[in-house]
């Protein structure tokens, strides 16, 4: 199992940046891959971006293509997502999350072995 700890969010002003950080602890086994999701209320959980576990390839969501970037420092146990030009239809809980890889050029889908953390709110206004 991979613990997972999300903070970075907060309220921000359409056209502003957050980033996010997810500290990740244990042991992740197979799970080669770190991923966002984010959640609206009366929404389902949608994938934002995931990461190979040595940064060779991203993938994000045409919704946030071009204004968020994934990274990690895995000296630091630690996935960011860089968020710019936020809109308020980016408001969500985000999560972070630890899984298998998907396909390349497919989203991450998340399954009974997903590790989640506890979600970050992230609030946009217009």
């Known amino acids: 199992q991979v613990q997972l700890v999300e903070s970075g969010g907060g309220s921000v002003q359409a056209g502003g940046s957050l980033t996010l950080s997810c500290v990740a602890s244990?042991?992740?086994?197979?799970?080669?891959?770190m991923g966002w999701f984010r959640q609206a209320p009366g929404k389902e959980r949608e994938g934002v971006a995931w990461?190979?576990?040595?940064?060779?390839?991203?993938y994000y969501a045409d919704s946030v293509k071009g204004r968020f970037a994934v990274s990690q420092d895995n000296a630091k146990n630690t996935l960011y997502l860089q968020m710019n030009s936020l809109k308020p239809e980016d408001t969500a809980k985000y999560y972070c999350?630890?899984?298998?890889?998907?396909?390349?050029?497919?989203?991450?889908?998340?399954?009974?072995?997903?590790?989640w953390g506890q979600g970050t709110q992230v609030t946009v206004s217009s």
């Open positions: 999350a630890a899984d298998l890889c998907p396909s390349l050029g497919r989203p991450m889908v998340p399954g009974r072995n997903t590790n």
């Open positions: 990461i190979t576990r040595y940064s060779t390839y991203t």
């Open positions: 244990g042991y992740r086994y197979n799970r080669d891959c």
